[in-house]
């Protein structure tokens, strides 16, 4: 049996605390924001003053480095679970501010009432969150860090206490007070990981576990190991990959970053992200681990965030052993590809590429790991000069466009991004694309695979977003009016049923019928009501007939037969269709999944 590779050990409060103190467990200001309910740190005091269980903490002994004098420096600690319980004690207990969700500074202030103490309710309450109320009062505690100050004097406190509150016993509240200043001396358990284990497997452990039934990710765990780093400047590192994310939702946020946090004020990296309060773009909003994931593939050549750990603790892939120049070298790669990320001209350029596509809505982009991965192209090819300036975009976009219809990243999407990272180390990322297009864009590929994606059901059918970003980039109109298919899909129009849902349902089609993709098409909404559930072979030939006839109708946007049929040609429906009713459904579906295919190839080749 292989030797237990972790221990497991109670540690009182106060004992934890001092040790982040001394900074031999390394939880940073923030390592991600302080995100409980003021209600569950005043739950935590009360269920460690009752003697309940509070769960465990996970930590991790980082695996020592070998210096260049060949000498070896003791990793550190890293809290790699139960952040927010230790957090809540630190800023109730310890007294420290923390930060909250939004990024704003400040206290969770616990209050106690030492009458709830001494009562024989079991369901008084002990603990609140402070409000005014008890600091006005004499009856609470109105902060309980208060008792647990190197200065605070018991006895000075029962002297005023039970002068404001005569009916108080000074030895009852002397025993309530023992009581809650035991509380740093609680015990929770803690499970410490051996840094004898492989950087996979505490990699693994990391995503294994859940807080507050949210899984973990790899980029938590980047996150967590970069901001336990001072010495190589990871703490700030984490706060830049925080911020750009945090901006990109809301702009507005530069300010109160600005107000809030003068130290990374002050470091550079803010100018480098002012650009962001003015940003609009909506269609890519990275997250940390996209950031971290662009940042590490084009500058250290390869996918795995598992590996960054690894590399960020030193790690020679080749002799297993642990190295400070490891960890310095990939702090400075991450830097710089981080830098290269948040970059505006970089951003905006890649998202040029990706709009100009036809991509200019959130709603046609369903693959956040393609274009992740098309990011790091376009980034690798700005930095290798591989290619002309105006060769890049075309690149970027059928790396884009082919990962999407081929779902290249959908399943295992590490294992092919490392594939990928590889070949265009080896060849360059114009050789490397002609290979997967050979291996993949197959006659059978355009006729048979894109026409078989075309039967599922789902209008986030990756296949159905590409036809849509298609009809986008040639500019085409939506049905039966002149309105692009681009301009609704950014309005959030709707898409509705050339063969009108209930005119299928009343005629015996079931759900998978009526709703598949090649039955969708962008209608604007007063036309669609004026439709109904007329069969198409009626309301077309009703706007073909109004149309001729010049009648001041629904369909008067459309002023010729030529427009009308053009019009049809733009959404890819069969002209036939004009004679066709619920008996045609079928061929219909099969006629137009055909010219649907035939739009989407001919797009990737105009790329």
């Known amino acids: 049996m292989d030797k ?23 939880i940073p200001e923030i390592q991600r924001p302080f995100v409980w309910r003021k209600s569950q740190v005043r ?29 070896l420096s003791e990793g550190k600690k890293v809290l790699i679970d139960g952040q927010q319980r230790i957090t809540a004690l630190m800023t109730a207990i310890a007294g420290k501010s923390i930060v909250f969700d939004d990024y704003s500074e400040g206290r969770v202030k616990i209050a106690f009432d030492p009458f709830a103490a001494i009562s024989n309710n079991p369901d008084a309450e002990l603990f609140a ?41 000074q030895e009852e509240l002397h025993k309530v007070l023992e009581s809650l200043k035991n509380l740093q001396h609680c015990n929770i358990g803690v499970i410490e990981l051996d840094a004898s284990l492989d950087i996979d497997v505490v990699t693994d452990i990391f995503i294994r576990i859940n807080s ?91 996918a795995k965030l598992a ?3 690894a590399m960020l603790s030193g790690r020679d892939f080749e002799t297993r052993e642990f190295k400070e120049e490891i960890v310095e070298s990939t702090y400075k790669e991450l830097e710089a590809g981080i830098n290269n990320v948040i970059k505006e001209y970089n951003f905006n350029q890649f998202m040029l590429a990706i709009r100009s596509a036809g991509f ?35 690149l970027v976009q059928r790396w884009y466009v082919l990962s999407v219809l081929t779902g290249r990243y959908s399943a295992s999407p590490e294992s092919s991004f490392a594939k990928d990272i590889r070949a265009i180390g080896e060849n360059g990322v114009k050789a ?10 197959s006659d059978a590929f355009w006729n048979v695979q894109l026409n078989q994606n075309l039967t599922y059901v789902s209008s986030i059918n990756p296949t159905y977003q590409v036809f849509l970003a298609a009809q986008n980039f040639f500019k085409k109109d939506s049905l039966l009016s002149h309105i692009p298919v681009g301009e609704l899909v950014n309005l959030g ?67 010729s037969e030529a427009e009308f049929i053009q019009n049809l040609e733009d959404n890819c429906i069969p002209a036939d269709i004009l004679n066709m009713d619920y008996n045609s459904y079928q061929e219909f579906l099969e006629a137009r999944r055909v010219k649907m295919t035939q739009l989407i190839k001919q797009y990737y080749y105009s790329l």
Not at 235 to 264: P, S, W
Not at 494 to 521: C, E
Request: with cysteine; hydrophobic share 35%.
């Open 4 to 26: 237990q590779k972790y221990n497991n050990y109670p540690m009182a409060i106060s004992q934890i605390l001092g040790l982040i103190e001394a900074n031999e467990i390394a």
């Open 43 to 71: 739950d935590l005091m009360d269920s460690l003053y009752k003697g309940y269980p509070t769960g465990y903490i996970i930590i991790w002994k980082n695996p020592s480095v070998k210096l260049k004098n060949g000498s």
């Open 129 to 169: 969150v402070q409000t005014p109320a008890h600091l006005k009062g004499k009856r609470w505690i109105p902060d309980i860090a208060e008792l647990f100050k190197a200065d605070f004097s018991s006895f000075k406190f029962i002297n005023q206490y039970v002068a404001d509150n005569p009916e108080m016993d």
């Open 212 to 302: 507050k039934g949210t899984a973990l990710s790899q980029g938590d765990f980047v996150m967590s190991k970069i901001a336990a780093d001072e010495i190589h400047g990871g703490n700030t590192l984490r706060k830049v990959v925080d911020y750009f994310a945090h901006l990109c939702k809301d702009g507005t946020f530069y300010n109160k970053i600005k107000e809030k946090d003068q130290i990374f004020a002050s470091s550079g990296y803010l100018g480098k992200l002012e650009w962001l309060k003015d940003d609009k773009e909506t269609v890519y909003d990275p997250e940390c681990d996209d950031v971290l994931r662009v940042a590490f593939m084009h500058r250290c050549k390869r």
């Open 307 to 309: 590996d960054l750990v």
């Open 360 to 394: 200019t809505s959130k709603k046609l982009v369903n693959s956040v790991m393609a274009i992740d991965f098309a990011y790091a192209v376009y980034l690798l090819l700005q930095e290798s000069k591989e290619v002309p300036v105006d060769e890049i975009k075309s």
């Open 432 to 441: 490397a694309l002609k290979s997967i297009e050979d291996a993949n864009l």
């Open 493 to 559: 129009g709707d898409i509705h049923h050339i063969f009108p849902k209930q005119y299928l349902v009343d005629n015996g089609f079931d759900k998978h019928d009526y709703n598949q993709v090649a039955n969708y098409a962008y209608l604007d909404t007063p036309l669609n009501i004026k439709i109904g559930k007329k069969s198409p072979k009626e309301y077309l030939n009703e706007a073909l007939n109004a149309i001729k006839g010049s009648q001041d109708n629904s369909f008067k946007a459309i002023k």
